[in-house]
């Protein structure tokens, strides 16, 4: 027992001393970069929201500036959010590579698109490349409608039966429903509360991922165990389909789809089965839960401005004409009635610069560099904070003001501050805008997001009078999304 003891202590000690010494030399190398000071063994984590970090950041770029140290326990994390700087990172693709938040790895979610870089993500992006084209994406169309408008049945029920939906939750469901029709080439109807462990599984990622970012990554919890298996369902799921439908496609090979499965089974150099379940995941994970969020904030943030909403109604009814009625939800009809939603456009897009979901970038270095001036080691992380560049007064008057009428193309309206004087009104949006990130690992899926936020809002909002009945606040896991959001609906009248 008493050896058991000695050598658990020794181990610890072992451990807090090569803590220590990487804390005094990383200490070294970021001498001259500006930050609140650390402390050993905890950085500043104290000084961080485990609820939401993104705004950690904003705080103290106030403080220090567009590059700042922070401390995740003993390993500095530069945090840029000047728009020239991510710039100069995200291009320089020799040295800064992908890599996910680093203290969650392969055994969370697997190598999974977004969580890789070098040659095989390359292989694997230019592969998916072509499903993602817009003809291919325009054809999730019916499905998108489909869901859009059986989310707002059961809406009406909900409330019909007295209770409150929790929107964001429930997005969840429809945005899993349409990324699977894309991916696998069916719904499991997750909407309506089947293949509920999907849901549990992303939940349970979620947790995971903020215990790890705040460096518990060894705490016994339940929740642990509900991550485990609420994991282990959902590979075991997702190696069923993969098997079941290359089974299919041997014996009827004719029936292959535009699914992504499809064309991974059938692609020339076709990867393994393990390969192909880390694209689902990868593809699953970042296709719904980054939808769902902003629709959520979007019905949110619509349903406290009075003039906004009375906007945005007057544009669905004169591109969605018809009075509604619970046998009759009304929603697009085609894609050509898509292009005329600006202002629902606008909504969106000021939707995703107040609260992108995913508001920052991590990237480790490959090799010694150097960055605005100040040598760097290999293995040095910046941290590219787009929601800090979102949020600036430096580059937005009223950042925190919601207001959609920035995006509306006339300059008079295109209310940007000093950013149009620093980089030319033309290129700003790309300069201080960039929630589907900008470079090599831009969203895949941007496309894909747009068509679902624009079908699923224009349905609601054409369909329903929704009341929302609590203050939000939001909460940082696998992204940014809002803590809850419970709403009440009626039948436009
Ligand atoms: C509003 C919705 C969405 C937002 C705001 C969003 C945002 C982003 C951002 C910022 C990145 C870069 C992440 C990084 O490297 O740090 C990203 C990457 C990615 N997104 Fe999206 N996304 C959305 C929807 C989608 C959809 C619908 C899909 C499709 C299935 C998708 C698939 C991906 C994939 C696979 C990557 C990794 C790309 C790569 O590394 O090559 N996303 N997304």
């Known amino acids: 027992m008493w050896n058991v003891a000695t050598s658990g202590v020794a181990i610890a000690s072992a451990w807090a001393i090569h803590q220590f010494f990487k804390f005094v030399s990383w200490k070294s190398v970021m001498r001259k970069i500006p930050g609140p000071p650390p402390f050993f063994p905890i950085g500043n984590i104290h000084q961080m929201d485990p609820e939401n970090s993104f705004d950690d950041y904003v ?12 401390w995740f326990f003993s390993r500095p994390i530069i945090v840029i959010s000047d728009p020239a700087l991510i710039r100069e990172v995200i291009q320089n693709k020799d040295v800064w590579h992908r890599k996910f938040f680093f203290e969650v790895d392969d055994e969370v979610i697997g190598k999974v698109l977004f969580a890789i ?86 939940n ?15 705490l016994p919890i339940p929740s642990r165990i509900k991550f485990f ?64 969020h902003t629709m959520a904030w979007a019905v949110y943030e619509v349903g406290r401005k009075k003039d906004v909403l009375a906007k945005l109604k007057e544009e669905v009814d004169a591109v969605i004409p018809g009075i509604p009625s619970v046998d009759n939800i009304l929603s697009i009809d085609s894609l050509d009635q898509i292009n005329k939603l600006t202002y629902l456009t606008a909504v969106i897009k000021e939707t995703l610069r107040i609260w992108p979901p995913a508001g920052s970038s991590p990237l480790t270095a490959t090799q010694d560099t150097t960055l605005a001036g100040h040598s760097l080691p290999k293995d040095t992380v910046v941290m590219c904070a787009t929601y800090t560049i979102q949020r600036s007064p430096m580059h937005w ?94 039948l436009r009248e």
């Open 229 to 292: 298996t609420s994991s282990m369902k959902t590979h075991s799921f997702l190696k069923k389909v993969i098997r079941d439908r290359a089974k299919e496609l041997q014996d009827e090979p004719t029936s292959v789809s535009d699914s992504i499965l499809d064309m991974l089974l059938t692609h020339p150099s076709r990867l393994s089965d393990q390969e192909i379940a880390d694209d689902l995941l990868g593809l699953m994970i970042a296709g719904h839960d980054t939808t769902s």
């Open 397 to 490: 008057k009223n950042p925190l003001t919601f207001n959609p009428d920035r995006f509306l193309e006339t300059s008079s309206n295109y209310q940007l501050a000093d950013a149009v004087s620093n980089f030319g009104e033309q290129s700003v949006k790309e300069q201080v805008y960039m929630p589907f990130l900008i470079g090599r690992h831009a969203c895949i899926g941007q496309h894909l997001a747009m068509l679902e936020l624009k079908v699923m809002l224009a349905t609601l909002f054409k369909n329903l009078d929704i009341t929302v009945h609590n203050e939000v606040k939001p909460l940082l896991g696998i992204t940014l999304k809002p803590k809850e959001v419970l709403v009440s609906v009626k």
């Open 117 to 202: 870089d070098g040659p095989s993500w390359k292989e694997r992006r230019t592969r998916l490349n072509s499903s993602f084209r817009s003809q291919n994406v325009n054809s999730l169309f019916p499905t998108i409608r489909e869901r859009a408008v059986k989310a707002t049945s059961i809406l009406i029920e909900n409330s019909k039966k007295g209770k409150q939906t929790e929107i964001d939750n429930f997005m969840v469901g429809a945005t899993m429903d349409i990324i699977f029709q894309f991916l696998v080439g069916k719904t499991f109807d997750i909407i309506s509360g089947k293949k509920d462990f999907l849901k549990d599984y992303m």
């Open 204 to 218: 349970a990622v979620s947790i995971e991922v903020m215990l790890r970012n705040v460096g518990l990554k060894y």
């Open 59 to 70: 705080k103290l770029s106030f403080v220090y500036g567009e590059m700042f140290v922070f």
